[in-house]
């Protein structure tokens, strides 16, 4: 089992800068790739924002965001660089950890609680 625990969240102004973080602990062995996931509304499901495996030769990144958003990783930490945060940005946001990239884009197997974003105009 993978315990995924993420902090960093909170409220800010629109353009102004998030990091979030994640930290895994537990069987770490078994998962390779880690990365975020966010939803937008209760309603819909949790969409994929960016992620990347251990050597960070594999990275994926929501379109949209690429230009904003820089995904890293420091062991069996990742990291979620926000800037130029928008309204439209506000989430829950969700470490998620699966043991390819391939699979995590689809089903991680694990998640954390979340981390709400929110931001302000």
């Known amino acids: 089992q993978v315990q995924l625990v993420e902090s960093g969240g909170g409220s800010v102004q629109v353009g102004g800068s998030l990091r979030l973080s994640c930290a895994a602990t537990?069987?770490?062995?078994?998962?390779?790739?880690m990365g975020w996931f966010r939803r937008l509304d209760p309603r819909y499901e949790r969409e994929v924002v960016a992620?990347?495996?251990?050597?960070?030769?594999i990275t994926i990144y929501d379109t949209g965001l690429k230009d904003r958003f820089t995904v890293s990783r420091a062991g069996n930490t990742v990291f979620l660089q926000m800037n130029s945060l928008r309204p439209e940005d506000t989430a829950m946001y969700y470490c998620?950890?699966?043991?390819?990239?391939?699979?995590?884009?689809?089903?991680?197997?694990?998640w954390g609680q979340g981390t709400q974003v929110t931001v302000s105009s």
């Open positions: 998620a950890a699966h043991a390819d990239c391939d699979n995590w884009k689809k089903r991680p197997d694990y």
């Open positions: 537990g069987d770490t062995s078994s998962v390779n790739c």
């Open positions: 992620g990347l495996d251990s050597g960070g030769q």
